[in-house]
């Protein structure tokens, strides 16, 4: 599952910033990092879950199949 820190990264990379107790309500945001408000950390977080999510189907047929290198190898 995407977090809150993942979603807040996604939207400002250099964010510098501490989440308490998983709480959207107890973020503090350090060395002048703007504020990001709730709303647009859960609709980045929504995005990225959606994305993720989407992505499920090739991540299960990559871990069924061997890799290029194993195949050259055998």
Do not use: C, H
């Not at 647009?40 to 090739?58: S, V």
């Amino acid at each position: 599952m995407i977090d809150f820190g993942q979603a807040i990264k996604a939207i400002n990379p250099n964010a510098e910033f501490a989440i308490r107790n998983e709480s959207l309500d107890t973020i503090e945001w350090f060395n002048n990092t703007p504020t990001i408000s709730k709303a647009d950390i859960l609709a980045k977080q929504t995005e990225l879950q959606a994305e993720y999510d989407a992505l499920d189907y090739a991540r299960k047929r990559k871990a069924e199949y061997p890799t290029i290198e194993e195949l050259v190898v055998a």
